[in-house]
């Protein structure tokens, strides 16, 4: 298979960095995405779309002293970009100091580049998609109870990723990416639910069987019918792994440098204090083969690793770019994220949360009476008190076993308690970028109807 990084691309961003520094700037970095996906939506054996979008996008970053600006422009043409150069240089003289910003130092640069196993040079044709997602609402479809499908969708994508900068960095790398996703109804006229199923992967060979994604979808729509309103009163909460990621994203929320720096998170003072239960570690891996989140380089050239951004329930690091790292007197973690238009900010990588040794099964099995959720809607939690609220919908517990549907569900605590009340299963797939296995909660306000 053939990588789509060219390095004519680096060649272009070189010249760019010439260019600008020609008109005055002192230091300066620039990033070029080159995206390519093709995307078929079908619905009851016909086609309802057919989509395919080709986009390239350079951002050039200038610095004059500490004064800074950023432009970008889908036009690689030679005149359009030096006049981003110009332009941009321009707008950083009127700007005022940021004392934080610049570019990596030399000792701060990735040397080296792992294979992370991350672009599949296999070509899916229109037809062959068309039949994978036909092959999956079928599957959905032929489950005893479904009535109607909201449709299947399936689409392929790949993307390459350059940058340079005037301390001597340029390098890029590219992935790819296969997804396949139904939804159907259940039920008939007022009596109707939804539920779905999808799986997204880098390797197209690693994509789950249609029918097995269909029929999940199928039987998940009709194990929904009939909700019944649940009570109002604590008790535990168990939140299955489709749903359960967004706990520990709260965190890579509440970790990033850039909340720490500015004091608006409500882990600010938490460093080296534990936080989770003792047996919880999370982990930020940007390594892991043919991963969501995996990059051999951050957006600022910088090497990143991987850390337990909490090890045995306590907190142990931040996630930061170049200029969280120098507000805070800390190094980068080479976390740095960017688009064409906006400056480096800190993101996790692939960002999970370690397997424990129950099954999910065994997780439940001593709760009498408990709200296993597969579904949320709204927010999650707040970022300076960690207040959590949110909608949900699953299925009651009663005497260590699923009872019943319930729907229009409130859930409410506080993350930094439900953290400290987290036990987790050992059924952890990589799927999301941010992900968990299934997980329960001690104690949480459960409110019905």
């Known amino acids: 298979m053939t990588s789509p990084v060219n390095n004519e691309m680096l060649n272009v961003l070189q010249d760019l960095l010439k260019t600008a520094q020609g008109f005055g700037a002192t230091s300066a970095d620039a990033v070029l995405a080159d995206s390519t996906s093709v995307s078929v939506q079908r619905r009851l054996g016909k086609a309802e779309s057919l989509s395919r979008s080709e986009e390239a996008e350079v951002g050039l970053r200038v610095f004059v002293g500490q004064q800074q600006a950023i432009v970008s422009s889908s036009d690689k043409s030679p005149d359009t970009l030096r006049q981003m150069a110009e332009r941009a240089v321009a707008m950083a003289r009127a700007v005022p100091q940021d004392a934080y910003a610049g570019i990596a130092d030399a000792a701060q640069l990735a040397t080296s580049f792992p294979n992370l196993d991350m672009y599949d040079g296999a070509q899916i044709s229109v037809e062959k998609m068309t039949e994978l997602a036909d092959a999956a609402e079928d599957a959905a479809r032929a489950v005893s109870g479904v009535t109607n499908s909201e449709g299947a969708e399936c689409s392929m ?8 900068a005037s301390n001597g960095f340029a390098q890029g790398y590219a992935g790819s990416g296969f997804s396949l996703s139904v939804s159907v109804i259940a039920g008939r006229d007022t009596a109707m639910e939804t539920d779905y199923e999808y799986d997204s992967v880098t390797f197209l060979s690693d994509l789950k069987n249609p029918a097995d994604i269909g029929r999940a979808a199928g039987e998940r729509a009709v194990a929904a019918l009939n909700p019944r309103k649940g009570k109002t009163k604590q008790m535990p909460v168990v939140f299955d792994r489709r749903v359960s990621g967004g706990i520990i994203g709260s965190l890579a929320g509440a970790v990033s440098g850039g909340a720490v720096a500015r004091g608006t998170t409500f882990l600010k003072d938490k460093m080296g204090q534990q936080i989770f239960a003792a047996d919880i570690t999370v982990v930020d891996d940007p390594f892991v083969k043919r991963g969501m989140r995996s990059h051999p380089f951050d957006a600022e050239g910088v090497a990143p690793s991987r850390r337990n951004i909490v090890e045995n329930g306590v ?18 973690t080479g976390n740095a994220t960017r688009g064409a238009s906006s400056p480096p900010s800190p993101r996790a990588a692939n960002f999970y949360m370690q397997p424990g040794d129950q099954t999910p099964d065994a997780l439940i099995a001593d709760i009498t009476e408990g709200f296993f959720v597969t579904q949320m809607m709204g927010s999650g939690a707040n970022p300076v008190t960690g207040d959590y609220s949110r909608g949900a919908r699953g299925f009651w517990i009663e005497n260590g076993k699923i009872a019943y549907p319930v729907s229009e569900m409130t859930i409410a605590g ?5 953290w400290m009340n987290l036990t987790a299963a050992n059924d952890l797939v990589f799927k999301y970028g941010v992900d968990a296995p299934t997980l329960r909660i001690g104690s949480m306000t459960v409110a019905g109807g």
């Open 414 to 418: 506080n993350i930094k308690e439900m």
């Open 157 to 164: 994508g790949s993307e390459a990723v350059y940058y340079a």
């Open 315 to 332: 907190l142990t690091g931040w996630l930061l770019d170049l200029a969280s790292a120098r507000q805070l007197g800390l190094q980068t």
